[in-house]
């Protein structure tokens, strides 16, 4: 008959334990985050209201709303976005599907590895010099949008061309050999195929976006403004930046107040979050291989 | 050793003229000298062990080096007369050779935009002149019968011996002159093996195949001439009879078509 020998056993019980263990770190990874959303839940929640999503700061910004704070944001995020996904999503597709395999490829590549890791203070004094300054934009939202634009090429181009590299080799062999170009191999197989990918990517990018202080700092982005944003080449206020400046540069401010705005930008990044992964869901559902 | 063409033992036009064809992937030699003639209507067999070259002439044929940036192809490759190097359009000479791979790729699209794919890609959009060449290579596949009422369901999620019928299927709603096969029973079980080969006595009447296999017996059934690689080499070119039973000019040719090899 067939026994278990003390190796099966021992084999058995380090299964246990390990298994065991990486669930134990996973549970830590979760913690703090569940113990963030409950703070900011417990303290922020009571502030929250269609009042203080829809009117404009009052009393020296310690009282009333952040709507100006909200539209900023969002015209923030827009803009940076027309301008990083068409051309972040156009080279990672050179990258992925034309570039040959050489030197200057691989340089490109390691660049852009590196730029995803220029701390944000750095893109924030790039973006003053060459957009506030040198390009005349002024402090306004196209300066403030093109710095985190350039901020979050990198990762859109990475995510991207992930996505690309994870269609299958052997689609685009069986395209090229029927006679298709290369421009009709990416639309009929490879886009369709990792389109999923590229706007989960992209979503994540958005959120990203969306909680960045420093790149707007110095470029577009304004402590307190008692009307919105007209244009591209106004300033504006942004609630990432809003929340700096009610928790550390005004005095008198109730201690509720930083905690709302806290919530409402977490809970702008969760929901996109979730749309993102909602969406992946979907799609996945209808994978096709 | 280069290994001169057979005679021309039928009056049947040559299609595919290859001399002195060298196939280099970087400064490694994949394919050496290798001189063949491949006539109109024949199934024309290359066998031989793993890396001795096959896929790559393949490859070479319809210009696939393109694609493949160490890839250096030297030689003359004359397809219908015409050197493929100085074809200028690489998609319009593409769109004439159809390939099969070993491994059997359904696109991720349904069976029908499957078979539908190169059509379109060449311009044909009346839907009803689609509806006829998807049924039409799906018939001569053989495959319409188990999908003409699940046309809208993923070619990629057919099992393997169908995937590998579609995508003979997808090859020739390219109307191609040349089909390439490479090994395409390596992930199919007998059953369809044996459908497909009828299917491909049925197609040499109307087109000239080239098949790579790794069963000698395929070739046998199959092949009307046949050709030997090995490690880069082209050894033998030969009536696949002969290859068999009748005289070779080189004794691993025998060796290996009976088993005795390595
Ligand atoms: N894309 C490639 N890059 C580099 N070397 C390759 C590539 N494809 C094939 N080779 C090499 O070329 C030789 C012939 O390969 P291949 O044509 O695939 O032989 P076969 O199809 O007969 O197995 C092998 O030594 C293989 O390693
Ligand atoms: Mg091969």
Known sequence: MFEATSLNRRNRQKEGLVRYLFLLMTLLLILPVLIILGVLVAKGGPVLSMDFLFTYPTDGMTAGGIFPALVGTVWLVTVALLFSVPIGVAAAIYLSEYAPDNWLTRLINLAIINLAGVPSIVHALFGLGAFVMFFGFGTSILAASLTLAIMTLPVVIVSTRESLQAVPMAFREACWNMGATRWQTIRHVVLPNSISG???GVILEVSRTAGETAPIMFTG?????????????DQTMAMSLHLFVVSTQVPGVPEHLPYGVALVLILMVLTMNATSIAFRMYLRNKKKW | MVSAPPPPETSAKIQVQVRDLTIRYGSKVALEKVSLDIREHEIFGIIGPANSGKTSFLRALNRMDQMHSSMKVDGQILFRGKDVHSWRNLYALRSKIGVVFPLPVGLPLSIYDNVALAPRLSGTKNKSDLDEIV????????????VKDRLDSLGS???????????IARALSQDPELLLLDEFSIAVDPVTTMKIEDVLKELKKEITIILVTNLVQQAR???????????????????????FTGEVKDPRSRDYVEGRFG
Do not use: H, Y
């Not at chain 2, 199959?222 to 033998?236: Q, V």
């Open chain 1, 198 to 200: 590229i706007l989960t």
């Open chain 2, 157 to 167: 999620m057919l099992s393997g011996g169908q995937q590998q019928r579609l995508t």
């Open chain 2, 221 to 243: 059934r199959l092949a009307d001439n046949t050709a030997f690689f090995l490690t880069g080499e082209c050894i033998e070119v030969a009536k696949t009879e002969d290859l």
């Open chain 1, 221 to 233: 982005a304004a402590f307190f403004l008692p009307f919105l944003p007209q244009g591209i080449f």
């Open chain 2, 135 to 146: 049924e039409r290579c799906l018939q001569r596949a053989a495959l319409w019968d188990e």
